[in-house]
């Protein structure tokens, strides 16, 4: 298995520009999420899906639109890229049910100029 | 809201020498607890988990946690550590209900061993 993947791991845009984050994962988990990662904030919840159709917003979603059209894969959107979402972006997945270990994929490092 | 602590940013300890990463969090129920790695230019790795029954919980690569109620304490320690260790560690909070999975994490605490 390749765990979760996440594509591209270097990006950087212009303000304003518009990309997707891809992330897949071959685990047939129900539930995907993404974060974001700024030093000495620790890792904060953008969106997470707890299976296809289904999305709902984190702690931070502004400026990030996620859908999840089947169970692998779960990408995230920036709309109108701002210097503020310069960051790393880690997405996750696992069963569902808090007791389940979440699977982290290696991070998309993204600098908005 | 539940709120995940990590109250040392940066701690350096000598190879060999015993550690201790301290985790604070914030949270009504009983609370399910993890504590994460990161090496450089990697994802997160879980090293252990908590959610009932004993307080010491025992983890990969020779970490342990123990759960304090009284304290709303978390606390990550090595008796030995190696050079390997060198890496970033995060203590987790998982929130919502059982379906759900999301976690609050803390800011993380950076460990630098010295040879």
């Known amino acids: 298995n390749a765990g979760v993947t996440q594509t591209p791991k270097f990006q950087v845009l212009k303000t304003g520009q518009s990309m997707t984050l891809q992330c897949a994962q071959d685990?047939?988990?129900?539930?995907m999420s993404w974060y974001r990662q700024d030093p000495g904030m620790g890792l904060r919840l953008i969106h997470y899906?707890?299976?296809?159709?289904?999305?709902d917003q984190g702690e931070v979603p502004n400026g990030y639109n996620v859908s999840r059209s089947t169970t692998e894969d779960f990408p995230l959107r920036l709309l109108s890229a701002a210097p503020s979402q310069t960051s790393v972006y880690f997405c996750?997945?696992?069963?569902?049910?808090?007791?389940?270990?979440?699977?982290f994929g290696p991070g998309t490092r993204l600098t908005v100029l | 809201a539940q709120s995940v602590t990590q109250p040392d940013i940066h701690i350096t300890v000598s190879e060999g020498a015993s550690l201790e990463l301290r985790c604070n969090y914030s949270?009504?129920?009983?609370?399910?607890l993890f504590w994460y790695v990161q090496s450089p230019g990697q994802g997160l790795q879980l090293l252990l988990k908590?959610?009932?029954?004993?307080?010491l919980v025992q983890g990969i690569k020779g970490f342990e946690a123990e759960f304090k109620r009284s304290q709303s304490s978390f606390n990550l320690r090595k008796p030995s550590v190696h050079w390997s260790d060198a890496a970033e560690y995060f203590c987790?909070?998982?929130?919502?209900?059982?379906?759900?999975?999301?976690?609050?994490f803390g800011g993380g605490t950076r460990l630098m061993v010295k040879p």
């Open positions: 996750a997945s696992s069963r569902l049910g808090k007791r389940n270990e979440q699977f």
């Open positions: 685990m047939n988990h129900e539930y």
């Open positions: 899906s707890v299976g296809a159709g289904i999305t």
């Open positions: 949270y009504g129920a009983t609370p399910y």
């Open positions: 908590y959610f009932s029954g004993d307080t």
């Open positions: 987790a909070v998982a929130q919502g209900n059982n379906a759900g999975n999301m976690l609050t």
